[in-house]
């Protein structure tokens, strides 16, 4: 994988593992967390850096809204190809 760097990827995996909600994220600017559209409508994405994202779908339940309970992991794709 080209450009692809593993160790901020293991970053932004543990930056998941510790959200406890989906607005958990919105803070982390670096991860440019957001809803995909088009085809890829339902799937929800964050920057692994310049070149890779994580798609994931993330399952709702609990007391509070959007709280994470299962993130599966989608895919790894290369934004730009």
């Known amino acids: 994988m080209d450009g692809f760097y593993a160790p901020s990827y293991k970053?932004?995996?543990?930056?998941?593992?510790v959200a406890n909600?989906?607005?958990d994220l919105y803070p982390?600017?670096?991860?440019n967390y957001e809803k995909l559209s088009g085809d890829k409508k339902g799937l929800e994405s964050v920057r692994v850096?310049?070149?890779?994202r994580i798609e994931?779908?993330?399952s709702l339940e609990g007391e509070e809204p959007n709280t994470i309970t299962?993130?599966?992991?989608?895919?790894l794709?290369?934004?730009?190809s």
Do not use: A, G, P, W
């Open 49 to 52: 850096n310049d070149k890779y």
């Open 21 to 23: 909600k989906i607005e």
């Open 70 to 75: 299962i993130c599966e992991i989608v895919e």
């Open 28 to 31: 982390l600017k670096s991860l």
């Open 11 to 17: 970053t932004t995996i543990d930056k998941l593992r």
């Open 77 to 80: 794709s290369n934004h730009y």
């Open 56 to 58: 994931f779908i993330s």
